[in-house]
């Protein structure tokens, strides 16, 4: 089975990749004079002005230093964010309950910068471990729905008769779990007596059985190819290795069998045998 991957310029799922990194943003305000000059000398982080940020952040998160309560009450809306970490600098907790929640961490306003700077890690760290966390619920989620569905597919294995409309599930499902946009199933099967060879041992063959593409309409044709390293397909039959390609233009190796020959572009190509 083969398999084309959806491209992330289309918009379409595609597997996780590592994030970029970034320099962690510690932010303050221009009218916090206390926050401004606590932050002044930390040259760790990449330092900005609230009012620069025009209330965007960026996708990896921040910390907020500040010391006024109505400064924070004035701009609630936007701080009480999950990738924000906010460190208030005064001597008492705020009042407001809602405000208070916000609040990170506590530290007097005489402390020294070193320490601050120290917190500012912890609350980085923190924020660093809620995404992790977050990620790993959504993998298990998503992991938990695949064994959910190849259980629905074990059952339907079973009370399903028909060859052709269970070839058709297995592609469609493979489909699903690789979030391919188009892929394609062959069959090994034994040569018939036009294309074995006179007293030669009976060869196998690979049929191109099944096809599906949700991009495109192909016309599709059966065919068979023979099982060795001349072509993708044949290559996987033959070795029973798995073959990751992640431009079907720019092969590694030399598969002179053209694969595609519909109106669009395939970028990776994954066969896996079965």
């Known amino acids: 089975m083969s398999a084309s991957p959806k491209s992330a310029v289309t918009g379409e799922p595609q597997s996780l990749a590592e994030p970029r990194k970034q320099q962690p943003t510690l932010i303050y305000f221009e009218s916090d004079e206390l926050a401004r000059i606590c932050t002044a000398g930390m040259a760790r982080f990449f330092r900005r002005s609230f009012e620069n940020l025009d209330g965007s952040f960026p996708d ?35 009042r407001e309950p809602r405000l208070d929640g916000v609040v990170y961490s506590y530290l007097p306003p005489q402390t020294p910068r070193d320490l601050v700077e120290r917190m500012v890690d912890n609350a980085l760290e923190h924020l660093h471990l809620t995404f992790s ?8 989620m998503a992991v938990t729905g695949e064994i959910h569905q190849l259980n629905q597919i074990g059952a339907a294995l079973s009370s399903e008769h028909d060859t052709g409309k269970l070839l058709e599930m297995i592609l469609t499902k493979s489909r699903e779990f690789t979030r391919s946009d188009a892929g394609s199933l062959y069959l090994v099967e034994a040569a018939g007596p036009e294309e074995a060879e006179a007293n ?9 059985k099944v096809a599906q593409n949700e991009s495109v309409t192909v016309h599709f044709r059966e065919s068979t190819l023979e099982i ?47």
């Open 60 to 94: 990896s998160g921040g910390v907020v230093v500040i010391s006024s309560e109505p400064l924070l009450a004035e701009n609630y809306e936007i701080l009480h964010a999950p990738n924000l970490r906010l460190l208030a600098l005064c001597e008492a907790r705020f």
């Open 133 to 140: 966390r977050r990620d790993l619920n959504e993998r298990l």
């Open 200 to 208: 030669q041992p009976a060869r196998k063959l690979l049929r191109f």
């Open 228 to 274: 060795d390293d001349r072509s993708i397909a044949g290559y996987v039959a033959l070795t029973g290795h798995i073959v990751s390609i992640d431009d079907a233009y720019r092969l590694r190796r030399p598969f002179p069998t053209p694969l595609i020959a519909a109106l669009t572009r395939t970028r990776g190509i994954a066969p896996s045998p079965f």
